[in-house]
């Protein structure tokens, strides 16, 4: 079968910044793509569910794949939960159909809306980063397809330099056809959670040493608009896997949608202000013990589709970067500082630690430390002014910003914070590309 490739004005990014058209296709089968292995140099990305907030999920002048029809089960072993599937499978089908059967992805984002290959792609982390580390870490294998080498195995010690290159390699060194994943057992699809107010970093800092080791699963909204003695003030949660309650999997009917997208002018300094305190009084409603399914605990933004649009047309950028252990607390206190003082931000704001156990990718994002997530809609020059002064904090500090989130960080920026991008760069494959390498490649 021949590949169809057509104009696309709807591909976007979740940030929805960029408004490019892409050129896309969308294979059926593993066998529509035996051309890119054999002469086939049409620049190309393989793509997913589009969940990556910036430009790495576009490849503007070039060809995206659409791999979300390849999302067939291959093989499972029940003694061991290694999981073999096609790149295209997301990480919400994974839970519905292993969910029942006492099985689940051993990390999840905060949002199943993700492919495979996707995870793998950007080598995703979770709320129990520290006690599993990043999804590279549970691959035992994938294939990749590449246009100098045809279909290649890799793995930890199977052409593992081209491994470590395509683990949060960002879809560049080939296309990813499928994948050897090991899932982790559950009793039940319920998490055993406790929220906690707190009301400084210092707090936060201190809850967080308390709960590691102790709970499997550590996160924390904060107030991005709250300044002075309230810098940092949040909700801090932590859980465990229940070993009580049904398996069941997740719904995907009833959910809510966001039909259009917002007035640019309905995220402003008043209502980011008045939606941060609504929702920090909700979440004091909420404090305490509870048993929790895992899709709201998990996910709970995947309850309503489409939910960037919210931002306006003009669209969202998340900034996160992670700050390494002896920076932390004085780096952390200095970005939110300058982001409540700019006016910006959204309610949706989140710090938690990650652990000590290495990241497999050259340029995975996750290093020991904090990491520091807020959305912020697109003020265009204002925005990108406020993320200059954070660049400069997260520079000093010695952290890196996360590529699944980016669109707009410099070349510069970017080589500072990962050290291993020459060595990243000599597995790329040659006719695999996209708008974010073309913006920082070296």
Known sequence: MTLEFHERDDYLSWGRVERRPQVVARPASRRDLAPFAHGERRPRLAVGLLRSYGDSCLATGAALLDLTRLDHFIAFDEASGLLTAEAGVSLGEIMRAFVPRGWFPPVTPGTRFVTLGGAIANDVHGKNHEAAGTIGRHVASLTLLRSDAGEVTCSPTENAELFAATVGGLGLTGIITTVTVRLRRIQSAFVDAEKLAYGTLDEFFALNAASEGAFEHLVAWFDCTAGSRNLGRGIFSRANWSPFGALEPHRERGLLRVPVEFPSFAINRLSLRAINVAYRGLELRGLGSHRLHYGPFFHPLDSIQGWSRVYGRAGMYQYQCVLPPESAADATRALLDAIS????????????????????????????????????????????????????????????????????????????????LARFARSVDPACTSDFWERVRP
Do not use: C, Q
């Open 341 to 420: 003082r700019s006016g910006e931000g959204s309610f949706l704001a989140v710090l938690k630690a990650f652990g000590a156990l290495p990241s497999p990718g050259l340029l995975s994002f996750p290093r020991p430390g904090i990491t520091l997530a807020v959305d912020f809609a697109n003020h265009g020059p204002r925005t990108l002014a406020l993320f200059e002064r954070l660049d400069a904090i997260v520079r000093e500090a010695g952290g890196r910003l996360y590529p699944a989130k980016d669109g707009r960080i410099s070349r510069e920026m970017f080589a500072a914070g990962y050290p291993e």
